[in-house]
Structures are given as structure tokens and as C-alpha cells.
């Protein structure tokens, strides 16, 4: 099984909204990212948990708090979104090691901020 | 860190081969990566190259120049399922994890 799956597929949101991301992967990576990717650019790293815990940081406004309940489980909990926050907000799971650090990314949820 | 550059689009036919390129600036490489996203879906791991020279995965072969910090995704006997944003990336690590830094991405079209 090389599932990672996320949950809602789509979520509108108003600004004053508190919402979450899920993500679940049950391959046993140790490594579980969160990206954010705007139409026709590249993904773009928000966060890293290795083995449960916060690893990097990638400057992300405080309004998205990553959290990592156990090995298998990813959320995103979002709070105070601005509309430039509008995208697809992809969940990837990996070993995490060097050299080849293969990804495996859910399908996405695709997020819009009214 | 790490940049890496693509052409953004590229147009081939049906049938042909296509040579997607990516040049790299880094300060520390171990190597290159190749994912593959259609519109609205997620990216897909495709191939690695860690050393010199080409690997090939059926229709795909990826090959790097470490020399020249260079890489190609070559794509045979096009499809139009083919028609996908590819981007490559290369892993950095930091000290407790790892990450892969993205190229800007080559939107493949192709035509009948």
C-alpha cells in the first residue's frame, strides 16, 4: 500500500473560520510533510515532522499549525486564513533518507479562503 | 540551498520523444529526482539518478551530468496521457530530516 490519504478534498473557509487538514499514510514512513502548491508553480514546502516531531519550519505564518498525533496521522489546522491562502494544500509521506528521500503525496486538499 | 531550473512549457506530438531539461545550483548535491502531476492531481515519483549516466523505467529514462549540474527526463513514444506537469527536485539534508527542493516545472503538452 503506497496510499497517503487526505481529507476534506475540498474546504471553503471564511476568514474567521477554524478548520483542519488530515492526512494519513500506513506505509511506516517515519518523514510526513505538508506543501502548499499555487496554480501552474512548483510545491512548496511548509513543514517537516521526522519520527513525530516538528523538524522544519519553512517560516510559515502562525494562522497554520501543524500537528503530528502518531506516526501515521498529519494535520494541518488552520485558523484566521487570508484569501491569498486559497490553494492546494498537499500532504506527502517518505523514509526520509538521503540520498533518494522518495515522496509520496496524497491527492490534496484544495482549499478556498473567502 | 539549491535551485533548479526548467523550461516552463514544452509541445511535442503523439508518438515522438521529448527531452525535458533541469539545471541545478547547489550547495551540497546527492542527487536528482523526477515527479509527475496532472492537473489535479498529485505529484508522482517517477525516477532518481544518484550517479553519472541514464536510468531507464520503460517509456522514461532520466539521465544526469553531475560535471555539468544537469539532468533530462527523456519521454518515448509519447501519449496523450503523457500530457502532465513534470518537475524535478533534489533532496537536502538537514540535521534531523530531510527534504527535496523543486524545480520551477515544464508543462508537457501533446498534440495529436
Known amino acids: 500500500d503506497t496510499e497517503v490519504t487526505q481529507t476534506p478534498k475540498h474546504l471553503v473557509m471564511g476568514m ?14 517515519r518523514a510526513m510533510y505538508w506543501y502548499k502548491q499555487k496554480a501552474k508553480k512548483p510545491p512548496e514546502l511548509m513543514f517537516v515532522y521526522s519520527y513525530e516531531k516538528l523538524s522544519i ?7 497554520f499549525s501543524p500537528e503530528c498525533p502518531n506516526s501515521s496521522l498529519l494535520n494541518l489546522h488552520l485558523h484566521a486564513l487570508q484569501p491569498e491562502d486559497s490553494a492546494l494544500y498537499l500532504c506527502a ?15 490534496g486538499t484544495r482549499l478556498s479562503v473567502l | 540551498g539549491q535551485s533548479l531550473e526548467q523550461p516552463s ?9 521529448v527531452q525535458i531539461n533541469c539545471t541545478y545550483q547547489t550547495s551540497g548535491f546527492y542527487g536528482l529526482s523526477w515527479y509527475q502531476q496532472h492537473d489535479g492531481g498529485a505529484p508522482t515519483f517517477l525516477s532518481y539518478n544518484g550517479l553519472d ?15 555539468d549540474s544537469y539532468g533530462y527526463l527523456l519521454l518515448q513514444e509519447l501519449q496523450m496521457k503523457d500530457s502532465a506537469s513534470y518537475f524535478c527536485a ?11 527542493i523543486f524545480g520551477s516545472g515544464t508543462r508537457l503538452s501533446i498534440r495529436p
Open chain 1, 16 to 29: 474567521t473560520n477554524k478548520k483542519s487538514l488530515k492526512c494519513e499514510q500506513h506505509m511506516g514512513h
Open chain 1, 57 to 63: 519550519n519553512e517560516s510559515v505564518p502562525s494562522r
Open chain 2, 53 to 67: 549516466g541514464l536510468e531507464e523505467t520503460g517509456r522514461f529514462s532520466s539521465f544526469l551530468s553531475r560535471s
Open chain 2, 9 to 17: 512549457e514544452v509541445t511535442a506530438v503523439e508518438g515522438a520523444i
Open chain 2, 90 to 100: 533534489a533532496p537536502e539534508r538537514y540535521s534531523s530530516a530531510s527534504k527535496i
Open chain 1, 93 to 107: 509521506s517518505s523514509q526520509g533518507s538521503i540520498p533518494q528521500n522518495i515522496q509520496y503525496f496524497g491527492a
